[in-house]
């Protein structure tokens, strides 16, 4: 009868470690889909900018400006998805 008690607490201390490490991995891998999702975006965003700034001929300041803002909200959110996955 002890047996099956050591046995019962055994397991389920076993279980309850093989759960927290599951969450742990499936956080960290979604952390790292995040992080590639929001880079893959902000490479986009970039490209489109790029199209749309090389339409004339040259990059005024008006354009180079939209582009500091794409980086920084890219930058941004890049950031904030790392602090969440914390």
């Given at each position: 009868m002890r047996d099956k008690i050591?046995?019962?607490?055994g397991?389920?201390?076993?279980?309850?470690?093989?759960?927290?490490?599951?969450d742990a991995i499936f956080k960290i891998i979604s952390l790292v889909l995040t992080i590639i999702t929001t880079t893959v975006l902000l490479?986009?965003?970039?490209y489109?900018?790029?199209?749309?700034?090389k339409k004339?001929?040259?990059?005024?300041a008006d354009e180079?400006?939209?582009l500091i803002d794409i980086v920084d909200k890219g930058v941004?959110?890049?950031?904030?998805?790392i602090k969440k996955g914390d």
């Open positions: 050591t046995d019962f607490i397991i389920t201390f076993q279980s309850m470690l093989t759960i927290a490490q599951t490479a986009r965003n970039i489109e900018w790029y199209i749309k700034a004339d001929g040259k990059i005024d180079g400006k939209e941004n959110d890049l950031k904030d998805n």
